[in-house]
């Protein structure tokens, strides 16, 4: 078993930034790529990012490229969501979660997830 806890959501203005955590515990952390997901209200969750294990391969959605970044502290054993240039269509519950093995951007191959935190981007 992966237990995941996600903080540093908020309440933020558009252009500005947040960095979220998630903290992991119960396995070898750098067994498992990390995910990051959304659900804004109304609408299905999203892939977000992804990281591999050791941290050498990332993926990204596209609308978050270049605003977003995906990094990992594996001696801490956490993943961190950094956003930057955030607009108000990133308003969203953003959960983490993990897999064994390789880095997927589809939810249904993750095992492991958070209980989600909220960002919410000021127009």
């Known amino acids: 078993q992966v237990q995941l806890v996600e903080s540093g959501g908020g309440l933020v203005q558009a252009g500005g930034s947040l960095r979220l955590s998630c903290a992991a515990s119960?396995?070898?952390?750098?067994?498992?790529?990390m995910g990051w997901f959304r659900q804004a209200p109304g609408k299905e969750r999203e892939f977000v990012a992804a990281?591999?294990?050791?941290?050498?391969?990332?993926s990204y959605l596209d609308p978050v490229k270049g605003r977003f970044t995906i990094s990992r502290d594996n001696a801490k054993n956490t993943a961190y969501l950094q956003m930057s240039s955030l607009k108000f269509e990133d308003t969203a519950v953003y959960y983490c979660?993990?897999?064994?093995?390789?880095?997927?951007?589809?939810?249904?191959?993750?095992?492991?997830w958070g209980q989600g935190t909220q960002v919410t981007v000021s127009s």
């Open positions: 979660a993990a897999r064994f093995g390789f880095m997927a951007d589809q939810g249904a191959r993750y095992n492991y």
């Open positions: 119960g396995r070898t952390f750098s067994d498992y790529a």
């Open positions: 990281i591999s294990g050791s941290g050498d391969g990332t």
